[in-house]
């Protein structure tokens, strides 16, 4: 008998989901994360926005999961005392010929079972008097959400469902054994390993690695990720009520572009903005020299903000299967057994909304694991 039923790859948001869901029946679950704690990675390092799930393509599994993971947030915070605000948005036409995309925006929105409203000028100027617009698009069920509690709350979940959670455990080798698989670690500078019936790779940045490790050819297959980092900037206090909900610009192909958010302390920042590691050497530093080109982004929605309002913060970044410059990708969320691997499930790209739909991933894993 293997020593677990379940082992999961990586303590971020999605894992944890996948943890807490899957520890109420199956309590011989292990999750092995290479940090000294969970939540040390992109779960940690994002805009915390509940997406409503307004551009995904739709049919995709962004789009589905973000809608059913959005509606699960909003019942998980009720219920357990998760920090979130239901702030809603505005996504703003600075110019009026940006007006011609409001239709397939609010088409595409419509199409994922999405809410949006139009304002005129006069109706986005009452809901955010210092914005620039033409006219906006308006989100009701957009929100923000603490993502250390949301994590806090799947951590403690597994833990009281029987559910084990090793930190310092970077998995270094996988292989396929006869009662399912053997996951070799490297912890504290020494080998261990331990057997499990199922794997579940859910390892963010890394999550292309895991599947290497099991053989499977990720540039042939097209799962190699890239990293795109998004920097943030935040405003000082005398400018943060500037605007009371999240502006967004209009959205390019590659991105939402960079926009007003605010943090459940009433902070407001600016971002993120989009810039590919082409080495993936993982640098969270911002740097200073982006002040200029961010105060002009933000100006450009927030005609207020001087340069010298804004100061360095966070950054964060995105585990992305899109390649600079071609179009979106979606999740890649598969239960391996055509390649032989039964019991094997790879969780590759999931950038954004991976932290609203994580309720929902975990769900659709379960459906594709023991249907
Ligand atoms: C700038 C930015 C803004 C975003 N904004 C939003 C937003 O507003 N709303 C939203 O819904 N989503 C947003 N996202 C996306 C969201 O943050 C991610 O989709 C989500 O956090 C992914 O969670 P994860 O658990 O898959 O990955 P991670 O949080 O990266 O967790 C993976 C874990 O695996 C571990 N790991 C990796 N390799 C190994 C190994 N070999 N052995 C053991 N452990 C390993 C890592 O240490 C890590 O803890 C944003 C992302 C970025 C970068």
Redesign the pocket.
């Known amino acids: 008998m293997a020593d677990f039923e379940i082992a999961v790859?990586?303590?971020?948001?999605?894992?944890l989901a996948i943890a807490a869901r899957f520890s109420q029946k199956h309590p011989r679950l292990v999750v092995?994360?290479?940090?000294e704690k969970?939540?040390?990675?992109?779960?940690s390092?994002?805009?915390?926005?509940i997406?409503a799930g307004i551009y995904y393509e739709p049919g995709s599994l962004r789009a589905r999961l973000c809608v059913e993971g959005r509606d699960e947030l909003y019942a998980l915070c009720k219920a357990h005392d998760i920090a979130y605000q239901p702030l809603t948005k505005l996504i703003t036409a600075t110019m009026t010929a940006e007006l011609e995309q409001f239709d397939s925006i609010q088409q595409n929105a419509a199409e994922n079972g999405v809410e949006l409203q139009v304002l005129d000028k006069t109706a986005a100027l009452k809901l955010e008097p210092n914005i620039r617009t033409e006219g906006a698009l308006f989100s009701p069920l957009t929100g923000i959400i603490s993502a250390h509690d949301l994590m806090d709350y799947f951590f403690h979940t597994t833990q009281t469902n029987g559910g084990t959670v090793q930190h310092r455990?970077?998995?270094?080798g996988i292989r396929q054994i006869m009662s399912g698989y053997e996951i070799v670690?490297d912890e504290a500078g020494s080998r261990s390993s331990v057997t499990s019936e199922i794997v579940i790779n859910?390892?963010?940045?890394?999550s292309d690695?895991?599947a290497q490790m099991i053989g499977i050819d990720i540039d042939k297959e097209d799962l190699r990720l890239s990293y795109a980092k998004?920097s943030y900037f935040s405003i000082v206090q005398s400018k943060a009520k500037l605007v009371s909900r999240l502006v967004y610009p209009m959205p390019s192909d590659e991105e939402l572009g960079i926009h007003a958010l605010m943090d459940l302390g009433g902070r407001l920042k600016f971002g993120?903005d989009l810039e590919y590691l082409e080495d993936r050497a993982i640098n969270y530093s911002v740097v200073e020299n982006k002040r200029h080109a961010f105060a002009e982004s933000i100006r450009r929605i927030l005609p207020a903000i001087n340069d010298e309002d804004i100061t360095p913060d966070m950054?964060?970044?995105?585990?992305k299967l899109q390649r600079k410059g071609q179009p979106p990708r979606d999740f890649v969320i598969v239960h391996e057994k055509d390649r032989g691997l039964s019991g094997f499930v790879n969780?590759i790209g999931?950038?954004?909304?991976?932290?609203?739909?994580s309720p929902a991933i975990a769900r659709y894993v379960e459906s594709i694991l023991f249907k």
């Open positions: 790859i990586g303590a971020g948001v999605v894992g092995l994360e290479k940090n969970y939540g040390m990675e992109t779960s390092r994002n805009s915390e926005v997406h455990c970077q998995v270094i670690y859910a390892a963010g940045l890394g690695l895991i998004g993120p950054s964060g970044i995105r585990p969780l999931i950038e954004s909304p991976g932290l609203t739909s």
